[in-house]
């Protein structure tokens, strides 16, 4: 009952480096989603993908890119890692459509320095 | 952007008492969401709200969704130490059509001391 699988877990980056935080899911989902966690901010949508093949950009997007790979995997890319960008990730996935509900992934912590 | 206003933004109470958080937004929703996240963990689902003035309970928690579906509140009753974490509210605005697209408010960290 795996539901929203996200890696790694922790990762250490130095300024400049790139890294791919990868992600899948294993209830036939839809949508999947990429969500940025800071302190006192919440939880901020980065890109999402409404439907396999298709991604979109949330509140967030400057610095990353995504890839939905298929409809259970769905990648988000730092090509050039900033200090600004250190942060917890969130994956999640959804049926999507109205009436919603998001299931999310344990969290990815990622250090940039 | 949009935004959902949460309050308070932390708490720290006895256990056995009550708790009570809100949020509200000047744009409509049509759907309202509660989730608690504990320490090192992903956000988990509480409540889910569909319709306006909905009321629904899961054990000792409530939410309602308000009529004017500008606002939603979580109560939870008779609070224990587990209860700890921070609780996030989120709404689907209309017209975010297939996407699921939710905006999430900003967090209530709730303590509780046995």
């Known amino acids: 009952n795996a539901g929203v699988t996200q890696t790694p877990k922790f990762q250490v980056l130095k300024t400049g480096q790139s890294m791919t935080l990868q992600c899948a899911q294993d209830m036939n989902h839809n949508s999947m989603y990429w969500y940025r966690q800071d302190p006192g901010m919440g939880l901020r949508l980065i890109y999402y993908?409404?439907?396999?093949?298709?991604?979109d950009k949330g509140e967030v997007p400057n610095g990353y890119n995504v890839s939905r790979l298929n409809k259970r995997e769905f990648s988000l890319r730092l090509e050039s890692a900033a200090p600004s960008q250190t942060s917890v990730y969130f994956c999640?996935?959804?049926?999507?459509?109205?009436?919603?509900?998001?299931?999310f992934g344990e969290g990815s912590w990622l250090t940039v320095v | 952007g949009q935004q959902l206003n949460q309050s308070p933004q932390s708490m720290f109470i006895q256990e056995g008492e009550d708790v009570s958080m809100n949020c509200t937004s000047s744009?409509?929703?049509?759907?309202w969401l509660w989730y608690k996240q504990d320490p090192g963990e992903g956000p988990v689902l509480l409540i889910a709200?569909?319709?306006?003035?909905e009321l629904t309970s899961n054990g000792r928690l409530t939410a309602q969704f308000g009529i004017t579906r500008k606002d939603s509140f979580l109560n939870i009753s008779a609070s224990i130490p587990s209860d700890v974490g921070i609780y996030f509210c989120a709404g689907q605005l209309p017209g975010s059509g297939n996407t699921g697209k939710l905006i999430f408010g900003q967090g209530t960290t709730l303590q509780v001391k046995p």
């Open positions: 709200l569909y319709k306006a003035g």
């Open positions: 993908s409404a439907s396999e093949g298709t991604t």
């Open positions: 744009s409509i929703f049509n759907t």
């Open positions: 999640a996935s959804s049926e999507g459509g109205k009436g919603n509900t998001i299931y």
